[in-house]
């Protein structure tokens, strides 16, 4: 059995069947799977095909748990806590900086992390 992962990326143009996107800096092109694309949008990508789009509010409200992937691939990576910690805070900072976030609200959202939010996103 194997999992499939839709990735989180920005609309930055915006063709008829077409679009590109930007995934962590790069850009590619993906097939439109929704309707009424504007280029700044954050939208799901899998398997080439955009799926959903979602908005800052989605994607703030998920934040740890991006965090806690990213802060347990740097732990098995051989990072300690503290370290792999960091890296993870900042990773999310710039991946919320490159979906075009507040800044002012992913500080708010880093500030207001706790594990309640962990259980909320597993459930």
């Known amino acids: ?15 008829d069947i077409i679009s590109k996107v930007s995934l962590g800096g790069a850009v590619v092109e993906v097939v439109n799977g ?22 800052a509010e989605d994607v703030l409200s998920n934040l740890y748990a991006i965090y806690e992937l990213q802060k347990t691939h740097y732990e098995l990576n ?4 503290e370290e792999a910690s960091k890296m ?4 999310v900072k710039r991946f919320g900086a490159e979906l075009g976030l507040d800044p002012k609200k992913i500080e ?4 207001s992390f706790n ?5 909320r996103f597993f459930t």
């Open 34 to 55: 929704v309707g009424d694309l504007q280029p700044g949008d954050v939208v799901i990508v899998h398997a080439g095909l955009i799926i959903q789009k979602v908005t």
């Open 115 to 119: 594990v309640e939010e962990v259980a």
């Open 88 to 91: 993870a805070l900042d990773d």
């Open 1 to 15: 059995m194997s999992m499939c992962l839709g990735v989180l990326a920005k609309v930055v143009e915006v063709g």
């Open 108 to 111: 708010e959202a880093i500030a």
């Open 78 to 81: 051989g990072f300690g806590y």
